[in-house]
């Protein structure tokens, strides 16, 4: 009975939020030996593959309807999570929301990547049983190596969504229950994230906020870019583009993500991802807008030209 409320509700949700025009989304063919490849698993969530390393960020595909989510412990799919995640070498984790956390030490489990973040990620890692090898805290500022690649965290604040505000403000100071509930997965310190792997280097900006002086001197080919709530922050594409004067930003985060894996998502409310689109096409810069669960393969000679 609860799996038929929660499509009903979906199929609501949908009809009354909208979903992705069908012409907005990439058709680009992969190239043959692509030198980054990169797969979007939806809300901030992404797989970077290049080199010798998978790099995983912000990975959320547990996706409980909404109901389960606002009433019931946040338990993550360990076989989905297995299943489109077969790989990961180290998982970053920009803010320790459940969307952005919750599948993150299960992945690790699964793998065993490194789970890389903040104080708060760490709480949630121990929470689920992650033994302290795996636990790689920053602070942000610090180049990381992680095999053939290196990443830096970026300190920002988190984006402001609904009303003008913050979501479930505040820090995690001890590990939490597990499976935890929503209103114990507070924000913490929020990373932005730069990496460089395979020549090429990219910035994930997992909400819609960053401090200037934090990209200030970076140069990126390659911005993924927050969608829900940019109208709260001034400026925050065209910012953005002068600082770090990307070849190609990937939106991300505008998808409802109390729809299920493999069913058409409904826009986050709020997102207006065609008008997102024209804004980022107007400062020069290349969007691509991949599926959820759909692939991207760059090569740097490309972003570099």
């Given at each position: 009975?609860?799996?038929?409320?929660?499509?009903?509700?979906?199929?609501?949700?949908?009809?009354?939020?909208?979903?992705?025009?069908?012409?907005?989304?990439?058709?680009?063919?992969?190239?043959?030996?692509?030198?980054?490849?990169?797969?979007?698993?939806?809300?901030?969530?992404?797989?970077?593959?290049?080199?010798?390393?998978?790099?995983?960020?912000?990975?959320?595909?547990?996706?409980?309807?909404?109901?389960?989510?606002?009433?019931?412990?946040?338990?993550?799919?360990?076989?989905?999570?297995?299943?489109?995640?077969?790989?990961?070498?180290?998982?970053?984790?920009?803010?320790?929301?459940?969307?952005?956390?919750?599948?993150?030490?299960?992945?690790?489990?699964?793998?065993?990547?490194?789970?890389?973040?903040?104080?708060?990620?760490?709480?949630?890692?121990?929470?689920?049983?992650?033994?302290e090898e795996q636990l790689r805290e920053t602070r942000g500022r610090e180049r990381i190596v992680c095999g053939d690649a290196v990443v830096q965290g970026l300190p920002s604040a988190h984006g402001r969504v609904y009303f003008n505000r913050v979501t479930l403000p505040g820090d995690i100071t001890e590990p939490p229950s597990w499976p935890p509930r929503l209103r114990e997965l507070r924000h913490g310190l929020v990373l932005n994230w730069w990496l460089e792997m395979a020549g090429i280097r990219v910035?994930?900006?997992?909400?819609?906020?960053?401090?200037?002086?934090?990209?200030?001197?970076?140069?990126?080919?390659?911005?993924?870019?927050?969608?829900?709530?940019?109208?709260?922050?001034?400026?925050?594409?065209?910012?953005?583009?002068?600082?770090?004067?990307?070849?190609?930003?990937?939106?991300?985060?505008?998808?409802?993500?109390?729809?299920?894996?493999?069913?058409?998502?409904?826009?986050?409310?709020?997102?207006?991802?065609?008008?997102?689109?024209?804004?980022?096409?107007?400062?020069?810069?290349?969007?691509?807008?991949?599926?959820?669960?759909?692939?991207?393969?760059?090569?740097?000679?490309?972003?570099?030209?």
């Amino acid at each position: 009975m609860s799996a038929r409320r929660d499509a009903l509700s979906t199929r609501l949700l949908r009809r009354l939020l909208g979903t992705v025009p069908e012409a907005l989304y990439d058709r680009e063919p992969l190239p043959a030996e692509p030198d980054l490849h990169v797969r979007y698993l939806g809300t901030a969530g992404f797989v970077f593959t290049g080199g010798q390393r998978t790099i995983v960020v912000d990975p959320f595909v547990s996706r409980s309807g909404l109901r389960a989510t606002a009433l019931r412990p946040l338990v993550p799919d360990e076989a989905l999570i297995s299943e489109l995640i077969p790989r990961a070498d180290d998982v970053l984790i920009g803010h320790a929301h459940y969307d952005h956390v919750l599948d993150g030490p299960t992945l690790c489990h699964q793998t065993g990547a490194r789970l890389i973040g903040s104080p708060a990620v760490m709480q949630v890692g121990r929470a689920a049983g992650l033994p302290e090898e795996q636990l790689r805290e920053t602070r942000g500022r610090e180049r990381i190596v992680c095999g053939d690649a290196v990443v830096q965290g970026l300190p920002s604040a988190h984006g402001r969504v609904y009303f003008n505000r913050v979501t479930l403000p505040g820090d995690i100071t001890e590990p939490p229950s597990w499976p935890p509930r929503l209103r114990e997965l507070r924000h913490g310190l929020v990373l932005n994230w730069w990496l460089e792997m395979a020549g090429i280097r990219v910035v994930h900006i997992d909400s819609a906020e960053f401090f200037a002086e934090e990209l200030a001197g970076l140069q990126a080919d390659v911005v993924c870019l927050c969608a829900i709530g940019r109208h709260f922050r001034p400026r925050y594409v065209a910012e953005c583009v002068e600082l770090l004067r990307p070849k190609l930003i990937i939106p991300c985060h505008w998808d409802l993500f109390m729809t299920p894996w493999g069913s058409e998502p409904a826009l986050l409310p709020g997102v207006d991802l065609p008008g997102f689109i024209e804004e980022i096409e107007a400062t020069g810069v290349q969007v691509r807008v991949p599926r959820i669960g759909g692939e991207l393969g760059l090569l740097a000679a490309d972003l570099q030209a």
